[in-house]
C-alpha cells in the first residue's frame, strides 16, 4: 500500500528463516522507489524469530542510507514485550496501529526512538 511519500508493507503472520530474507529483499525494492518512509504493519504476526528481528534492524539501515524513516506498527502485546527486552523499542518507532504511523509527524517517535544510528552492528 502506498500513502503519499510511504509504503506500508504487511507482513505475514511468520517472519522466520524460511522467509525472512526474501521479505527483506522485497522491501529493500520499495525503498529505492523514491519513497522516504516504511511502515512495516506487524498486525499479522504471530511468530517472528531472530531472522525477522535481524531483517527489521537490516531494512533500518537500507532505509537510513536512503535518508527514510522505518516504522512498525501493531505488534501484538508479546511482541512488544520481546521488542522492548531486546531493547529496540529505543531504537525505532513502533506505533500501536499502522494509522498511527502513517499520521505521525516526520521524526515522532512511536514507543520509543532517540536514534537509528544506535542499531547495533551485529545481527540478533
Excluded at 502506498?2 to 525503498?31: F, K, M, W, Y
Excluded at 518507532?93 to 502513517?102: D, S, Y
Aim: net charge negative; hydrophobic share 45%.
Amino acid at each position: 500500500m502506498r500513502h503519499q511519500d510511504t509504503v506500508v508493507v504487511e507482513l505475514p503472520e511468520q517472519v522466520d528463516h524460511d522467509n525472512a530474507s526474501l521479505i527483506g529483499a522485497q522491501c529493500e525494492g520499495l525503498i529505492g522507489r523514491d519513497r522516504a518512509t516504511l511502515v512495516l504493519d506487524a498486525s499479522r504476526v504471530e511468530y517472528l524469530d531472530s531472522s525477522g528481528v535481524s531483517m527489521i534492524i537490516m531494512l533500518s539501515r537500507v532505509v537510513g542510507a536512503h535518508a527514510g524513516t522505518l516504522r512498525v506498527a501493531a505488534f501484538r502485546a508479546h511482541y512488544r514485550k520481546v521488542w522492548h527486552i531486546l531493547g529496540l523499542d529505543s531504537l525505532f518507532p513502533v506505533f500501536p496501529t499502522v494509522h498511527a504511523a502513517l499520521h505521525a509527524p516526520d521524526g515522532a517517535a512511536g514507543e520509543g526512538h532517540p536514534s537509528l544510528s544506535a542499531v547495533p552492528e551485529t545481527p540478533v
